[in-house]
């Protein structure tokens, strides 16, 4: 074991993962586009993006360009008293392509707190009107985060379990088709809702499901009809995952926020924001002090953050990257029938460039913790590849810049793997 993994292994819990001594976690020396390079000379194609981040691939020239000449004029500053080009820039930027009726950003630092953002500015906006509508309403399966709020509303499950009775109460439904409209009429009529959270069209961490735009716009035209506010997070949707730039854009009702985070800054930094409408912003126009909204974070809006998010935006929105897309989108769609076919697959499915699928196995176990996860990750690995499975559901979110014989090796080793098993 080398000095860097025995003080790893010495010093620090990594993210979502128990203290382990059988084995230690890959030191890198770099990265480039899809390619990251460990300390042993292997190399392996980043096929979830870092964690759905990454969307022009690693060190990428522009974005370094950009960061290195804010760097030289201004790093940080405290956001309450003052501003920057970097924040405004980006907020122009985002409500333009955003789109009506989007008018306002609050910015945060990462998923998580944009998520708490739009929670606490919806029950406030009830607050500030005197009403008394508290309660949220998610859907199951849900992932939204790990500070308390967003954990309330996400699914309750082996990440919250520890915390389950310190959590705020949550009405819950089922996604899409399965969703009871009987249940859904009963919770809006008692006028003690709040907001609806969503993950829009595929919700993430709870396995990559995957739902229709028309049976969410139905939720929503009902939230709506009783009042109700709706928070969409785009945390992992947005910048051009589901086949739109986000997400939304495949819904005739819009929501009264959109929380954006991941994606933002390219992979770079970490960024979160909160947009909303006109209609929640003019409740919080208020001289009385009660009806401030008081939230902020010592790093908010930070320019070398806000910076990676304007340039990672110029690259998005070239036509070459909308092509690579696209490309992306239909290399999915020719694998496909082949990995549908496989004996070890279940419910192959794709949404824009996420491709995923259930590995079948005969083992049972709760889905997040599924035995068969870390012999997955094992074997791609082994095979130069990077990929996390979700229990038993693995997929591919690569960023945008992956090659043609990239995505082979990608789907070459996915097919190898599931031989294996
Ligand atoms: C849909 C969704 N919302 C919120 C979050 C939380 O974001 P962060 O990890 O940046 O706090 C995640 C993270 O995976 C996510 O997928």
Partial sequence: MSSLHEKDHRYILHPFSPYRHDKHNIALTGGKGTQLYDDQGKSYIDA????????????????NKRIAQQMEELEHVIFAGFTHAP?????????????????????????????EV????????????????????????????????????????VFTQAFN?????????????????????????????????????????GGMRMYDAAQLDHILSLCQSHGVLTIAD???TGFYRTGTLFAVHQLIHNPDFIVLSKGLTGGYFPLGVTSYTEKIAAVFRSTLP????????????????????????DLLLMPETKEKIRHIEARHQMFLPRISKHRNVKD????????????????????????????LYDKMMNQGVLMRPLGNVLYILPPYCITDDELDQVYDAIIHTLDSI
């Fill in 48 to 63: 979830i993006g870092s964690w759905w981040v990454n969307l022009h691939g690693h060190s990428n020239p522009y974005i």
């Fill in 87 to 115: 924040a405004v820039n980006l907020a122009e930027k985002l409500i333009e392509h955003l789109g009506k009726p989007y008018s306002q950003i609050f910015f945060s630092d990462n998923g998580s707190t944009a998520i």
């Fill in 118 to 157: 739009a929670l606490k500015m919806s029950i406030q906006y009830w607050s500030n009107l005197g009403e008394r509508r508290t309660k949220i309403l998610a859907f199951k399966n849900g992932y939204h985060g790990d500070t308390f709020g967003a954990m309330s509303v996400s699914e309750r499950d």
């Fill in 165 to 205: 009775e310190h959590l705020f109460y949550v009405e819950y439904i089922d996604l899409p088709p399965e969703t009871d409209f009987y249940q859904l009429r009963n919770i809006l009529e008692s006028q003690t809702v709040a907001a609806f959270i969503f993950e829009p069209l595929v919700q993430g961490a």
């Fill in 234 to 236: 785009e945390v992992m």
């Fill in 290 to 313: 009660s009806h401030t909204f008081y939230h902020g974070h010592s790093f908010t809006a930070n320019p070398l953050s806000c910076t990676a998010a304007l340039a990672s935006l």
């Fill in 348 to 375: 192959a499915r794709q949404k824009g460039v996420i491709l995923a699928f259930d590995v079948s196995t005969p083992h049972d176990g709760y889905f997040y913790t599924h035995p068969i996860k870390d012999l």
